[in-house]
């Protein structure tokens, strides 16, 4: 059946560090994917997509995420965080339905 | 400003009864959906609907049910055959394009009790 995976549930780190969670979707076709995160109290948004041509994308607030289609990953990553990008981090895929499959989510708390 | 609505925020109800909580969106998008929220199992789809009058199930359908009748509106009833209704749920929507992310309301926090 297909769907999206994420490897970390919590990730704690200091203000500065590097930031990299994982996310693996099975599936054998054409898929899109996307990252959404979640900040304490608001509504979910966009962090990035990627749908076709170059497989590191760059979303907002410094965020990248990278497409490897022979590992079926679409790895989140961010070289310094902020206090503020504590938070909730889906994965999502649309695998070619028009709906989104989510991961479980990571939680990432960065520590001033 | 266009957004999507959701309300109310919080819900409490008794269980045995069915509850009906809304969805409405000003973004003239075509595709609506419903999720649902629990800690440590991301988001999963209840139902969607990709036009008027018409939707379909999702991966966890058993207990809830929708209406399209109007493009701007999608309420979902979790009826009392939902046999674990306490839960956040989030309505999203988008144009109905594969490459386009989904714009998502703020949430009902359902409490049966």
């Known amino acids: 059946a297909q769907s999206v995976s994420q490897h970390n549930h919590h990730v704690i780190l200091s203000e500065a560090a590097s930031l990299e969670l994982g996310c693996n979707y099975s599936?054998?076709?054409?898929?899109?994917l996307f990252w959404y995160v979640q900040y304490p109290g608001q509504h979910l948004q966009l962090l990035l997509k990627y749908f076709s041509g170059d497989p590191l994308v760059k979303g907002i607030k410094g965020f990248e995420a990278e497409f490897i289609k022979s590992k079926f990953s679409f790895n989140l990553r961010k070289p310094s965080v902020q206090w503020s990008d504590t938070a909730e981090y889906f994965c999502?895929?649309?695998?070619?339905?028009?709906?989104?499959?989510f991961g479980a989510g990571t939680t990432v708390t960065v520590r001033a | 400003d266009g957004g999507i609505t959701q309300s109310p925020k919080y819900l409490f109800r008794k269980e045995g009864q069915n509850v009906t909580l809304s969805c409405e969106q000003n973004?003239?998008?075509?595709?609506m959906y419903w999720y649902r929220q629990d800690p440590g199992q991301g988001l999963r789809l209840i139902y969607y609907?990709?036009?008027?009058?018409?939707?379909q199930k999702g991966d966890i359908a058993e207990g809830y049910s929708v209406s399209r009748e109007k493009k701007e509106s999608f309420p979902l009833t979790v009826t009392s055959a939902q046999k674990n209704p306490t839960a956040f749920y989030l309505c999203a929507s988008t144009i109905r394009d594969r490459s386009s992310p989904l714009h998502f309301g703020n949430g009902t926090r359902l409490t049966v009790t």
């Open positions: 973004l003239n998008h075509d595709a």
């Open positions: 999502a895929a649309d695998f070619n339905d028009y709906k989104l499959s």
């Open positions: 609907s990709q036009i008027v009058n018409d939707f």
């Open positions: 599936y054998g076709g054409t898929v899109n």
